[in-house]
Every structure is written in structure tokens, then in C-alpha cells.
């Protein structure tokens, strides 16, 4: 009998969630499906080398901050395209991140995580005096409409712009899991002696899958700063994000591919709940239950949404070959 | 096993004066030999005495003090664990190091993707790998279900896909049954007998003296003895480094 080929998963997935933003044109429901898009497409860089790589950085933001100064600055002060803009943060934070991980990656678990924050916290103060001494720190990013300056007053297209970075981010992750590159990552972060002893120049694969995640996360610090339409250091560069980025790669599945989207899609509308609806003088009860749940499901599932999609997998979908020795 | 009597001509590792300290402790004094092209060599010496740490400095997770390393005439103090790997020097580890979150035959073809970049080929070459260890029905087995004999023979058959021409051995039989044990030194003769040099660390006396060729004495990090295994079995200062001096 002739075996029918299942389309993967993973694409399915993809589908739905590009389908998601024509069931209601809804300026809040577009708006909460680019939020959790965007913070997927983030988390699901960090989660290149932090997940599959085991490469704790808090440093992300630097990264985001980069990206979003170097597209938001070259259009509020020299009129170019975003467009071009966003590339050229994507090589800024190519840049940046072999110079971050040049300096840490020497450095092991806790050191390199700290190192990360140190560097994202560097620029912050650098980018802060830089701006103090010229405009101002808070940068208005004008608003000529037409998509020449990725301005839209349809919410939609922001949507999909971002669930497109999205795309590319699960197709980078995934070609790399297959890839020789892939497969080296996976065994640097579980066992860096081991897969040096096996010929893997594990230093080098780290900066290549570092800049890789430091060139998405850049890109989409472009994109953020051309949706928000304002910048300024203690926001672009604040730490919130970086520790965004990786709690909801954890909660959705660390070292996975449909993790990062899975937690931000259960992590994005939540937080907005408990910051916005029970918000003015309760902000900090939302605040509180928001950091309980989280603890709780932490604690609870430590391996993440996937983890649990996995264990219900294998207990009632798959059954494992007894071997014969 | 039978022993040879003469040792073989061509060195392919030496290690000329090699020196190491960890702050104040000596971990290596000017250790100095040769390792005979396609020989078995064991490493014996109580605990503490600097076996691993000169495992380390050959396969370049420890740089060495002073000294030279130089394998098939190439100085190797300069290169990297992974360059060292790359030019045929392959080791397991005291605990073994799997990759517990990759299936058995993807922990081999992580050693295959140093020669090639066929993922097809290096799954085929995997399996024929594990088939010589045993361990072909475990393919795509998660290595952390394995017992600790299959986990060693699995670091084994992934440090053989890199390869290699010296194979560096730590406490292989460690944690084994007898059963399971003889199973590893069959698995050691026939890989010697494909010309594999092999440099394993044991604590088993029964066993180094069985399966070795000729036997290195490491004490408080010197080199206090080399022979074959009958020579050493009778030399006064490695017994008297085992079970000290006679009052």
C-alpha cells in the first residue's frame, strides 16, 4: 500500500495563523495579532541561539535597540526609506552581534547572560548621551503615508508585514535545525567539550547563529520603531524586552520551533489583559497575577507548551518500537 | 589477547616534558612518551595521579605549562580541541557526554559531518557504525534511555565516525558488568585490529593488563614507570605507589 505523506505540521500551523488576520478587520484584534506576531518573530530569534544553542542572552534588546535607532534615525533625520532603513538595521545587528559575541562568548552559563546585559546596558547609556547631545532622547518618527514609508492606515498590513517577518524567522530556524550548522548548534548547547571533541568548531557556530538572531531581532526593531512611531533609549533598549523575548520562548517550548509563537500567542494577549483591563489603580494586582501565572507555568511545565503538546503526543498518539536488545 | 613482543616502529603521539599546575598543585611533572602507531597503550595510576588531565592536554581541552605535544609529527600545542579532532584524534569521556536530547544515531552523525556534508550518506555510514557496537536497534532511540555500557559504546561508535586515528579511551569499562566488559575489550581488539591506535585510562587492573600492549605509570602527575603489562605488574615503585611502602 502506498504510505500517505502528512503535510508537516509546522506548515499547517503557519497557515492558520496567516488566516487569522482576515477574520475580523477589528483595529484591536489586528492590532493584539501584531503584537504577538512581532513578539514571536522576536522570540523566535532569541530562541535560535538561546533555545537551540543554550546561549542564555539577556542582551537581546541591544539588538532591537540598534535596529530600531539605526531605521527610525536614517528616516526622521536623512529621509531614507524604512525599507532601506530596516535592511541596514538587519546589518547593524550583524555587526553588533559578532562584536558581542566576539567579547562573550568566551564566557560560560550566568557569565555570558550577564556579560549580555552589560553590553545591551552600554549602549543604552551611549545611545542616550548621543542623543542628549543632538535632538533630544525621544525621536518622533514622521508619518508620510504610503507603504515607500511602510506607513499604512489599514491595520492589516501591519499584520501581515509582521506575521511575513514571522515566516521568515520559522523558515531560518527550521533550515538551520536541518542544516550541518543546525545540528553543530544543537550539540554545542547540550554538550560544548563533547562536540569540540567531535571536530565542531563550536566558537564559530555560535557567531554564526548569533548574528543570525542578531540580524532578525534588528530587522524587527526597524519594523517596531516604524509601527510605534517613537523611540527613545529607555524604551528601545529597556531589558523588559530581552526578558520578553525569552519568557515567551520558555513558556511556549524552548529549543523548538512552534514554542516561541505557542508562548507568545498565550503570553501577548494575557499581559495586555492584566496591564490594560485591569489597569488604573489595580496595575500592579495585573502586574502581580500576570508574574504568578507565569511562575505557575514555569513551574508546572518546565519544557513549555510543547513539551506538554509532546507528552500528549507520545502517550496517546505514538508508540515506540520495543527494541530487540 | 596476545601481546606483541617488539613495539611498533612509528610514533604517532609524543609528548615531550609536558607540565601542568593548577595554582599550587602540580598536575603534570614533565611527563614525557611515545605512543607506537596501531598499539594498545594503557594508562594506569591511583586517583589523582593526572590521567585525565593528560587526556585534556592531549586532546586540547588544557593547555599545557611546558612542554610539547606532537602527534603524527605535527605540533599540536597551538590547535584547538576541535582542530585536534579534526586531524584524527578522537576521546571519550570519564562520564560519558551524550547528546541526550538527539536520538542514538543522531549523536553519530554529529562525528560523520566532520568529513561530509551528506546527511544521507552519514545516516547510512551512522547505522553501519552502530551495527559494529551493537546498537543498530536503538537508532532513533533517546540515548538517555541507554544503559551505561551502550552510552560508552555509543561515545565510542560517535568518536569513530570522526575517524580517527588515535583514540583516546577514559575509563571505558568503568561502571560495566563482566559480561559487559568483555563484550568492550572484544570491541577494543577489533578496533586495533583495523590499525586504530588506542590510549585508554583504567582503573581495572585486570583489564589494562589484558587488553594493553604496553602500560604507562602515572603517579602525583610524573611518569613513575612504562612497560609491558607483565614488567609492570611486578615493578616495585607502581606497586608501592598503589598500596605505599612497606614499613
Given at each position: 500500500?502506498?504510505?500517505?505523506k502528512l503535510?508537516n505540521?509546522?506548515?499547517?500551523f503557519?497557515i492558520i495563523l496567516?488566516?487569522?488576520p482576515?477574520l475580523?478587520s477589528?483595529h484591536?484584534?489586528l492590532?493584539m495579532?501584531?503584537l504577538?506576531?512581532?513578539?514571536a518573530?522576536f522570540?523566535e530569534?532569541w530562541?535560535?541561539?538561546?533555545?537551540f544553542g543554550?546561549?542564555?542572552?539577556l542582551?537581546?534588546?541591544?539588538?532591537f535597540?540598534?535596529?530600531a535607532?539605526?531605521t527610525g534615525?536614517?528616516y526622521?533625520?536623512?529621509?531614507?526609506?524604512?525599507?532601506i532603513?530596516?535592511l541596514?538595521?538587519g546589518?547593524?545587528?550583524?555587526?553588533l552581534?559578532?562584536?558581542?559575541g566576539f567579547?562573550?562568548?568566551r564566557?560560560?552559563?550566568f557569565f555570558?547572560?550577564?556579560?549580555?546585559i552589560?553590553?545591551?546596558e552600554?549602549l543604552?547609556?551611549l545611545?542616550t548621551?548621543?542623543?542628549l547631545g543632538?535632538t533630544g532622547?525621544?525621536?518622533?518618527?514622521p508619518?508620510?503615508k504610503?507603504?515607500?514609508?511602510?506607513?499604512?492606515s489599514?491595520?492589516?498590513?501591519?499584520?501581515y508585514?509582521?506575521y511575513?517577518l514571522?515566516?521568515?524567522?520559522v523558515a531560518?530556524?527550521?533550515?538551520?535545525?536541518?542544516?550541518?550548522?543546525?545540528?553543530y548548534?544543537?550539540a554545542t548547547?547540550e554538550?560544548e567539550?563533547?562536540a569540540?571533541?567531535?571536530?565542531v568548531?563550536t566558537?564559530?557556530?555560535k557567531?554564526i547563529v548569533?548574528?543570525?538572531?542578531g540580524?532578525f531581532?534588528?530587522?524587527g526593531?526597524?519594523?517596531?520603531c516604524m509601527y510605534?512611531?517613537y523611540i527613545?533609549?529607555?524604551?528601545v533598549?529597556s531589558?523588559?524586552?530581552?526578558?520578553?523575548?525569552?519568557?515567551?520562548?520558555i513558556?511556549?517550548?524552548?529549543?523548538t520551533i512552534?514554542g516561541?509563537i505557542l508562548g507568545?500567542a498565550?503570553?501577548v494577549p494575557l499581559?495586555?489583559?492584566?496591564?490594560?483591563?485591569?489597569?488604573?489603580?489595580?496595575?500592579?494586582i495585573?502586574f502581580f497575577?500576570y508574574?504568578?501565572?507565569?511562575?505557575?507555568i514555569?513551574l508546572?511545565?518546565p519544557?513549555?507548551?510543547?513539551?506538554l503538546i509532546?507528552l500528549?503526543?507520545?502517550?496517546?498518539?505514538k508508540?515506540?518500537p520495543i527494541?530487540?536488545? | 589477547?596476545?601481546?606483541i613482543d617488539?613495539?611498533?616502529?612509528?610514533?604517532?603521539?609524543?609528548?615531550?616534558?609536558?607540565?601542568?599546575?593548577?595554582?599550587?598543585?602540580h598536575?603534570?611533572?614533565?611527563v614525557?612518551?611515545?605512543?607506537k602507531?596501531?598499539a594498545i597503550?594503557?594508562?594506569i595510576?591511583p586517583?589523582g595521579a593526572?590521567?585525565?588531565t593528560l587526556?585534556n592536554v592531549?586532546?586540547g581541552?588544557?593547555?599545557?605549562d611546558?612542554?610539547i605535544?606532537?602527534?603524527?609529527?605535527?605540533?599540536l600545542?597551538?590547535l584547538?580541541?576541535?582542530e585536534?579532532s579534526?586531524l584524527?584524534?578522537g576521546?571519550?569521556?570519564?562520564?560519558?557526554?551524550?547528546f541526550?536530547n538527539m536520538?542514538v544515531i543522531?549523536?553519530?552523525?554529529?562525528?560523520l559531518?566532520?568529513?561530509?556534508?551528506?546527511?544521507?550518506a552519514?545516516?547510512?555510514q551512522a547505522?553501519?557504525?552502530l551495527k559494529?557496537?551493537?546498537?543498530?536497534?536503538f537508532s532513533?532511540?533517546?540515548?538517555?534511555?541507554l544503559?551505561?555500557a551502550s552510552k560508552?559504546?555509543?561515545e565510542?561508535?560517535?568518536?569513530?565516525?570522526?575517524a580517527?586515528k588515535?583514540?583516546?579511551?577514559?575509563e571505558?569499562?568503568?561502571?560495566?558488568?563482566?559480561?559487559?566488559?568483555?563484550?568492550?575489550?572484544?570491541?577494543?581488539g577489533?578496533l586495533?585490529?583495523?590499525?586504530?591506535t588506542i590510549?585508554?585510562?583504567?582503573?581495572?587492573?585486570?583489564?589494562?593488563?589484558n587488553v594493553s600492549?604496553?602500560?604507562?605509570v602515572?603517579?602525583?602527575g610524573?611518569?613513575?614507570?612504562?612497560?609491558t603489562?607483565?614488567d609492570?605488574?611486578i615493578n616495585?615503585t607502581?606497586i608501592?605507589?598503589?598500596?605505599?611502602?612497606k614499613e
Open positions: 500500500m502506498k504510505k500517505i503535510p505540521p509546522l506548515l499547517i503557519m496567516g488566516i487569522l482576515l475580523s477589528q484591536f484584534y492590532h495579532l501584531t504577538v506576531f512581532l513578539f518573530f522570540s530569534a530562541n535560535l541561539i538561546s533555545g543554550k546561549q542564555f542572552s542582551g537581546h534588546v541591544a539588538f535597540g540598534i535596529g535607532y539605526v534615525i536614517l526622521a533625520d536623512y529621509g531614507i526609506s524604512p525599507w532603513g530596516i541596514l538595521s546589518i547593524g545587528g550583524i555587526v552581534s559578532l562584536l558581542i567579547a562573550t562568548f564566557l560560560r552559563a555570558f547572560a550577564l556579560s549580555t552589560a553590553c545591551a552600554a543604552r547609556v545611545i548621551y548621543w542623543r543632538s532622547l525621544g525621536t518622533t518618527i508619518a508620510a504610503g507603504f515607500k514609508y511602510l506607513t499604512f489599514n491595520e492589516i498590513y501591519y499584520t508585514l509582521a511575513v514571522l515566516l521568515l524567522a531560518a530556524a527550521y533550515k538551520i535545525t536541518k542544516s550541518k550548522i543546525g545540528y548548534l544543537l548547547g554538550d567539550e563533547a569540540r571533541s567531535l571536530g568548531n566558537y564559530r557556530i557567531l548569533f548574528a543570525i538572531s540580524f531581532t534588528a530587522v526593531g526597524g519594523f517596531y510605534t512611531r527613545e533609549p529607555s524604551m533598549f531589558i523588559d524586552f530581552s526578558v520578553q523575548f525569552a519568557v515567551f520562548a513558556v511556549g517550548g524552548m529549543g512552534a516561541p507568545s498565550l503570553l499581559s495586555t489583559f492584566f496591564r490594560s483591563w485591569i489597569g488604573g489603580l489595580f496595575t500592579p495585573g497575577s508574574g504568578i501565572i507565569l511562575i505557575v514555569i508546572f511545565i519544557g513549555g507548551i510543547m513539551k509532546s500528549v503526543d507520545e502517550k496517546f498518539f508508540k515506540l527494541p530487540e536488545k | 589477547m596476545a601481546h617488539e613495539k611498533p616502529s612509528e610514533n604517532i603521539l609524543e609528548l615531550d616534558n609536558i607540565t601542568k599546575y593548577f595554582g599550587g598543585i598536575a603534570l611533572q614533565g614525557s612518551l611515545n605512543i602507531r596501531g597503550i594503557g594508562l595510576g586517583n593526572g590521567k585525565t587526556f592531549i586532546s581541552f588544557i593547555p599545557p611546558k612542554g605535544i606532537t602527534f603524527n609529527q605535527k605540533v600545542n597551538k584547538h580541541p576541535h585536534r579534526i584524527g584524534i576521546r571519550t569521556f570519564q562520564l560519558p557526554k551524550i541526550s536520538s543522531e549523536n553519530v552523525i554529529i562525528g559531518l566532520q568529513n561530509s556534508n551528506d546527511f544521507s552519514c545516516k547510512e547505522k553501519e557504525l559494529e557496537v551493537e546498537l543498530d536497534s532513533e532511540f533517546s540515548p538517555k534511555d544503559p551505561i560508552k559504546k555509543l565510542i561508535c560517535r568518536a569513530l565516525a570522526t580517527p588515535l583514540l583516546l579511551l577514559d571505558a569499562i568503568s561502571g560495566l558488568t563482566p559480561k559487559e566488559t568483555l563484550e568492550m575489550v572484544d570491541l577494543i577489533t586495533s585490529g583495523r590499525g586504530l590510549f585508554i585510562i583504567e582503573h581495572v587492573m585486570k583489564f589494562i593488563m600492549q604496553w602500560v604507562i602515572l603517579n602525583h610524573e611518569k613513575i614507570a612504562e612497560g603489562p607483565e609492570i605488574s616495585e607502581v608501592e605507589a598503589y598500596l605505599g611502602r
